[in-house]
């Protein structure tokens, strides 16, 4: 029963088949673990240690009956942007404070319904709006590598505690690279999955056709085990797509001989921090070694994917944002003088200032005289982005390159500059912006913070992403590698 925490969740959900210990026994190691040391990464927005323990006692008594579900009695995080029944969902502002969602997400409940155990809502930038966690209205995630820097974002709750080795899995969403870059930053696994792969019905939304959920891990493999789970045909969200799932695990230990890789120049320039490219060639020579071949290919347009995003994905907030306005819902301000009052206040005290930032960027690329010259033109090169990777991908499996530019960065370091965060999205966008899966897997260490591969696939590639990730982490040791006070 030692070092449950340590364990993956196949080692945990093999441990729990042997009878070497139960989901209660799991659940309140875990549960512990959190209650000593989340005070030092704020990794929790709320923990729901009752309700986990009910549910790993309904999963152990599952087990006992023979009714096993695929992930019967493991522990899991949900970022706080998914709505879950009768627990708060704030999607890290104060907006939603105190919203009790009378509801659960699709997400929320399939895991639910595979017997999963959820420990509480992680901590995320505000509406998942930022690349460090540092816009959450409940205080910045600190990242167990070192406390002194960020954990990425939007979803660094989640990365942060799958790292401090909280929970083996935490859920995630992806809107210009919140799951991956986290990821890379904490030395765990993010996968986001293609577009309309995973339901957002109850995914409280940023820019729609933009966001994707996803999960986070340690090692390929129970990112295959929890996306099986997630994924799938949902009529409640309309662009989900209705395409068979495969199973993940089945084919995860399959070689990758023969595999193509293509090499996008443009992401091995200036802008990346030699030392982090140094890892990221490295981790593609292993992939080599397993049979692979590399090619260079070409994606002309993908250095207009940063500016592309940023008039996408805040026009979308603006208009998604727009049902915030205290009577609908959110945060509603104290007497107010009459309407206009109401909802101004509302707003201003429920937002924070990256949130509004995207709002009237949102508002006036939207707005008449505008939209032709910034929200028209940029859903045109949005189109010569994807028509760039479909080409890509007539010669190439994956694409492989950094997930982040650097290691995390210092909290507090690039706060002011809204520019240089979001130049920490400038690998990752790109996916977003053509509806293309990806996946982030550790791949080394620069100056003892960890740095990320990052490998992206044709659309509903996550097969092979997850494949390649797996047997790289089977050559690998660095996904094993824990911080050292969360060991
Ligand atoms: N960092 C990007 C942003 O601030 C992406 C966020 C995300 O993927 N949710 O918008």
């Not at 509801?103 to 809502?121: I, M, N, S, W």
């Not at 460090?132 to 995630?141: A, D, I, L, R």
């Not at 340690?218 to 929890?226: H, K």
């Not at 209705?242 to 090499?263: C, E, F, M, N, Q």
């Amino acid at each position: 029963m030692m070092d449950m925490h340590l364990q993956t969740m196949t080692e945990l959900a093999a441990g729990l088949e042997k009878g070497d210990f139960s989901s209660v026994e799991l659940t309140q190691t875990l549960l512990d673990r959190v209650a000593a040391l989340d005070d030092r990464l704020n990794a929790f927005v709320t923990v729901t240690a009752a309700e986990a323990l009910l549910a790993a006692a309904r999963a152990d008594a599952a087990r006992a009956a023979g009714n096993v579900g695929a992930l019967n009695g493991l522990p899991i995080i949900h970022k706080d942007i998914f709505c879950t029944r009768g627990v708060k969902t704030t999607c890290g502002s104060k907006m939603l404070n105190n919203f009790i969602s009378p509801y659960d997400a699709t997400v929320v409940e399939k895991l639910a319904a595979a017997g999963a155990v959820v420990l509480g809502k992680s901590n995320m930038d505000e509406f998942a709006m930022g690349s460090s966690n540092e816009t959450s209205f409940f205080g910045p995630v600190r990242n167990p590598w070192d406390l002194e820097c960020s954990p990425g974002g939007s979803s660094g709750g989640s990365s942060a505690s799958v790292a401090a080795r909280f929970a083996p899995a935490a859920t995630g969403t992806d809107t210009g690279g919140s799951i991956r870059q986290p990821a890379a930053l904490t030395g765990t696994v993010g996968i986001k999955p293609t577009y309309g792969r995973v339901s957002r019905y109850g995914m409280i939304a940023f820019a729609s056709s933009l966001d994707q959920a996803g999960v986070i891990t340690r090692s390929s493999e129970d990112a295959a085990r929890v996306l099986g789970v997630m994924a799938g045909f949902d009529e409640r969200d309309s662009t989900s797509i209705d395409h068979p799932v495969p199973d993940y695990l089945a084919t995860i230990g399959d070689s990758i001989k023969g595999l193509r890789v293509g090499i996008v120049r443009q992401h091995f320039d200036a802008g990346l921090d030699e030392q982090t490219g140094a890892r990221v060639k490295a981790a593609i020579a292993v992939i080599e070694s397993l049979g692979a071949t590399t090619v260079e290919v070409d994606l002309p347009n993908i250095d207009l994917s940063v500016p592309t995003y940023y008039v996408v994905a805040p026009a979308e907030c603006s208009s998604n944002l727009s049902r915030f306005d205290g009577v609908r819902f959110g945060h509603r301000a104290e007497n107010a003088e009459d309407l206009l009052d109401l909802y101004c206040r509302s707003r201003g005290e429920g937002f924070g200032d990256e949130v509004k930032r995207r709002i009237m960027t949102g508002a006036y690329v939207l707005s008449a005289g505008y939209y032709d010259a910034y929200y028209l033109k940029a859903q045109q090169v949005r189109q010569l982005i994807a028509d760039d990777f479909k080409k890509a991908f007539a010669d190439v499996d994956v694409i492989a390159g950094p997930t982040a530019p650097s290691p995390a960065f210092k909290l507090g370091d690039k706060v002011d500059d809204p520019i240089q965060m979001y130049l920490n999205d400038i690998y990752t966008i790109g996916a977003n912006l053509a509806g293309l899966p990806a996946i982030s897997v550790p791949c080394g260490f620069v100056n003892d913070m960890p740095v990320g591969l990052h490998l992206v696939g044709p659309h509903f590639g996550e097969e092979v992403l997850l494949r390649c990730g797996h047997q790289y982490q089977q050559q690998t040791e660095w996904h094993k590698a824990c911080p050292e006070a969360f060991q």
